[in-house]
């Protein structure tokens, strides 16, 4: 492959700010949608998250984690630090 080419891939999988913004833009004055909660969009319209974002066990992970990492529960409290106990 060549640098020119690689170039090209690199500048077609950027996402500028104001085409990055759409889909908040979207979800925030699209009044069909005004109702809904709890649902993932994607390129403006709404799309069925990935297998790891429906885990229950990764959703409580990271429950977990974002609590110690913003202060509201003290290292070592929960179930996430089973993996430190095993050494992982």
Same mark, same amino acid.
Do not use: H
């Given at each position: 492959?060549? %640098?020119?080419t690689r170039i090209r891939i690199c500048i077609? =999988? =950027?996402?500028?700010?104001? +085409?990055?913004? +759409?889909?908040?833009? #979207? %979800? %925030? =004055?699209?009044?069909?949608?005004?109702?809904?909660?709890? !649902?993932? #969009?994607?390129? %403006? @319209?709404?799309? !069925?998250?990935?297998? @790891?974002? !429906?885990?229950?066990?990764? +959703?409580? @992970?990271?429950? $977990?984690?974002?609590? @110690?990492?913003?202060? =509201?529960?003290?290292?070592?409290?929960?179930?996430? *630090?089973? $993996?430190?106990? *095993?050494?992982?």
């Amino acid at each position: 492959m060549t %640098c020119k080419t690689r170039i090209r891939i690199c500048i077609d =999988l =950027l996402t500028f700010p104001s +085409q990055g913004a +759409q889909t908040t833009l #979207y %979800c %925030c =004055l699209e009044d069909k949608i005004s109702g809904d909660s709890g !649902r993932y #969009y994607s390129d %403006c @319209r709404e799309k !069925r998250p990935s297998a @790891r974002a !429906r885990s229950e066990a990764d +959703q409580a @992970r990271l429950w $977990e984690v974002s609590e @110690r990492m913003v202060g =509201l529960k003290p290292d070592g409290e929960g179930e996430g *630090n089973k $993996e430190k106990e *095993n050494g992982k």
